[in-house]
């Protein structure tokens, strides 16, 4: 359970940069190698393999060496436990806004 | 798009924390005043009010006064944009383990 919290934590974290979001969407494409994976970014080489070894960390991305490339690929496994996290609180957000509406009218009563 | 990516960037953050997982998870339950949903956790009041703070930001926690008392409300609809952007990586974490185990061998050779 402490793992498994844990896991979420550094799931979550990795996912809340704009760049690593970018990264994982390119990667649903297909394995790609380092240089291709940083080009269209707008930052330098080191900070793009910054965000790699945070999603590496987190285990979203898995790099091999194959001779002299690096690559990468998505490895989706983790997302799986944070989308069910998630999943619990559907029945919330399909409440209607009526509860909320009502909640904040009272508020300024 | 930008606010899109904004809002996925402060949902996914504050979903990082374990403390402010568990808070949504006992407003989930219900309506509850700050004292409350501040006494089962092992931190001070300012502490565990930073965290309410984080949430309130990310829209997840709307605070309401009525009297002398704070209640909050769980605010789950910025979870759906979360959980829409991770459904789009289930048909990969569906995905076969063999076509990892393959790659990850590719890597030794």
Redesign the interface.
């Given at each position: 359970m402490v793992n498994y919290?844990i896991q979420?934590?550094?799931t979550?974290?990795a996912?809340?940069?704009?760049t690593r979001?970018a990264i994982?969407s390119k990667l649903?494409k297909g394995?790609m190698p380092i240089l291709e994976l940083a080009s269209p970014f707008d930052m330098s080489l080191p900070a793009v393999s910054k965000h790699i070894r945070v999603l590496e960390k987190a285990g979203l991305l898995?790099r091999?060496?194959?001779g002299r490339v690096h690559?990468c690929?998505?490895?989706?496994?983790p997302?799986?436990d944070?989308?069910k996290?998630?999943?619990?609180?559907?029945q919330?957000?399909d409440?209607k806004l009526d509860s909320?509406a009502n909640?904040?009218e009272?508020?300024s009563?």
């Open positions: 919290s979420l934590d550094t979550f974290s996912l809340s940069d704009p979001r994982l649903a394995d898995i091999k060496k194959q690559y690929r998505l490895n989706a496994k997302l799986r944070a989308a996290w998630l999943a619990f609180y559907q919330f957000w409440a909320l909640f904040l009272d508020s009563k």
